[in-house]
C-alpha cells in the first residue's frame, strides 16, 4: 500500500497514488456508516416494533425523521464541509454517527428511538458531501467518474447486504436488534479512527472569524447563481423522488394486487441488484464521453421508463421484474455522477464545493419527502395511477439535464 505522504499539495493529489487508498477508504466508509446501517434498520423493523411496542405510523416516523432532517442538515452541512475541511469532519462525524446509532440499541420506547434516530439523522446526512468532495480533491476529471462509481457501488452494497442479513444473520447472532446497532455504531467509531490515521494532514490556513449563519447564507447565495448547479438539482430532486416512492410503494401495491408476500418482495431487490451491477460501467463510461449529463439523462429516461412501465404491468411477474430492472439500472451511477457534475460546475471554487452538495442535498431530500406521499394519494382513483406521476418525475429529470448546455469558451 502507498505510505501516507505528511503533507501534499492540492495540485499533486491526483497524481498521487495514494488516492487510491483514499477511494478504498470512501467506499469502505459508504458501506460501514451509511449504507449497511440505514437499511439494517429498515430490515429489524419488525423485530423492533414487536420489542418495544410500535405501530405503523411510528415506524414510519421513526424511518422518516432521518429524511426529513437531511433536508435542513444539508444546508448547514455543506458550508461546514468548506470551512472545517474533509479531514476534521469525516473524523467528527463517523464518530458522531456511530455513537448516536449506536445509542438507537439502547432505546427503551417510541420517544427514545425517535430521538437517538433523530440525533442519527443530524450527522449521518452531511457525510456523502466529504466524500463526493474528497473524490473532487483526490481525482481528476477524467477519473472522477470511475471514482464515484466506486464510491456508490459501497453505498449500495451496504444498502443491499444490510436488508439481507441484518434480520436474519446479525440478530440471532448477536442476540437481538439492539446488540446489531450497537455494533454497526462501533463500527463507524473506529472508522473514523482509521480517517485520522489515513487521511493526510492539511495545511489549515489562519481565519480570523468563526462559521456564522450570515456566513452559511452567503455561501449559498453564492452558488445558486450558478445554472449548471440547478440543473443537477432539480433532476436529482426528479429523480430521487422516483427512487423513494418506487421503493415504499412496489411491495404494497403488488400485494394488494393480489401477488404472495414472498414475490412481492423480490421486486425491490431485483431494484438494487440492478443498480449496483451498472454503477461502476456506467460512472466510467462518462469519464470515456466526456459527457456526464448526457449519461445521467439517458439513466433518467431509463428510470421514467421502467416506472410508465410499472402502470401497463399489471400482475404479469416478468415485465414487472423487467420494470424494476429498468428503473434500477441507472440510478446508483446518477448519484455518482450527479456528486461529480456538481463538484464540476463550471466556475465554481474548491472552497465552495460543499455549500454547492449543501444545496444539491436539500433538493435531493426534499424530492425524497414529498413525492412518495403524493404519488401515493393517487392510488386512491388507481392503484397503479402513482406510477404516472413517478414517471412524469423522471421525464422532468431528463428534460432538465438536456436543457442545459455550457457556453463555448471564445
Known sequence: MPQMPPLIDQNDRQHS?????????????????????????????????E?????????????????VMGIFMSLLGGSFVDYFGTRRMLVSLCLATGITGALRGLAVDFWSLFLFSFLFGVVQPILPMNFIKLNREWFSSRQLGFAAGVMSAGFATGAMLGSRF????????????????????LCSVVLALIWAVAHPPVDVKRRTKGLNMRQVIS???????????????????????????LVGYVPTYLREIGWEAAHADSAIPVFF?????????ISHLSDRLGNRRLVMACGTAMMALGALLMFFAGDDYGLVIFAMVMAGCCFDSFMALMGASITEVEGLEVAFMGSALGFGGVLQNLGGSIMPPIGNALSAIALNAPFLLWAASGIFATLVLLSYHRRKAK
Request: net charge neutral; aromatic share 12%; no cysteine.
Open 219 to 245: 455561501n449559498l447565495h453564492y452558488v445558486t447563481r450558478f445554472r449548471e448547479l440547478w440543473t443537477i438539482a432539480l433532476a436529482v430532486f426528479g429523480v430521487v423522488g422516483l427512487m423513494n416512492s
Open 17 to 49: 497514488s495514494y488516492r487510491w487508498v483514499i477511494l478504498v477508504m470512501v467506499t469502505l466508509s459508504g458501506f460501514t456508516a451509511m449504507g449497511f446501517p440505514t437499511a439494517g434498520l429498515s430490515a429489524m423493523f419488525s423485530e423492533i416494533a
Open 166 to 185: 441484518s434480520a436474519t444473520v446479525l440478530s440471532p447472532l448477536f442476540g437481538g436488534w439492539r446488540a446489531v446497532l450497537i455494533f454497526l455504531g
Open 51 to 67: 420489542s418495544l411496542d410500535l405501530d405503523l405510523l411510528q415506524i414510519g416516523a421513526i424511518w422518516g425523521v432521518g429524511t
Open 273 to 281: 441488484l440492478a443498480s449496483l451491477l451498472g454503477v461502476v460501467p
